[in-house]
């Protein structure tokens, strides 16, 4: 897995703070579909088009305080079968850790993990989920990731990011991950 887009996954949420909504009833991404939250947008292509490579689909919920609770997935690429997928998500986060400004990060800014990653299942594929907060000196993101290998041995990220209350991101991820199917 490339450290360096890992990296890139586990902070597009920040490229998201100024991106508009489409609409849709679900998201058909690159191997993937889910469906969108309740009360919650599709981001246009156009608006996608304009982060890529970094998001593959962008999902968007109210906004508060100047920032849209999101949910976006990128999509990493292939990996070798053998690829031991919790190594993967710990070595991007140290990378992050040591050095955000070469993830896009403005200067200063930390990322902490808040708990333990967790193994777990998407859409019947082993995956890692974790929790992290990145402090941007601005804003304090709060993000919920889950990284898998889908049945063709592509992997995704899928991150969801909040500003203070988690309780809509938390619903949101967990109604898109309960619609997860891989094509």
């Avoid at 889910?34 to 490579?53: K, M, T, V």
């Avoid at 808040?114 to 990145?134: K, Q, S, Y």
Wanted: glycine share 12%; net charge negative; hydrophobic share 40%.
């Amino acid at each position: 897995m490339n450290i360096a887009r890992l990296g890139i996954a586990l902070l597009a949420a920040l490229a998201l703070l100024a991106v508009g909504c489409g609409s849709d009833d679900a998201v058909d991404g690159a191997g993937y579909t889910y469906d969108i939250p309740g009360g919650w947008e599709g981001a246009s292509e156009d608006e996608i088009d304009e982060l890529a490579p970094i998001a593959d689909t962008i999902t968007i919920g109210e906004e508060r305080d100047g920032f849209a609770t999101n949910i976006n997935v990128i999509a990493v690429g292939a990996v070798p079968p053998d690829t031991d997928l919790a190594a993967e998500v710990d070595r991007g986060i140290r990378a992050l850790q040591q050095q955000p400004g070469l993830f896009g990060l403005p200067a200063g800014s930390t990322v902490e993990v808040t708990g333990e990653p967790t193994e777990t299942t998407l859409a019947g594929e082993d995956a890692i989920e974790l929790e992290f907060t990145t402090d941007t000196g601005s804003q304090a993101l709060l993000q919920r990731q889950v990284s898998a290998v889908g049945p063709d041995g592509d992997a995704f990220t899928i991150t969801a990011t909040s500003i203070g209350d988690t309780a809509d991101r938390d619903a949101a991820m967990d109604e898109a991950l309960g619609s997860w199917a891989w094509d």
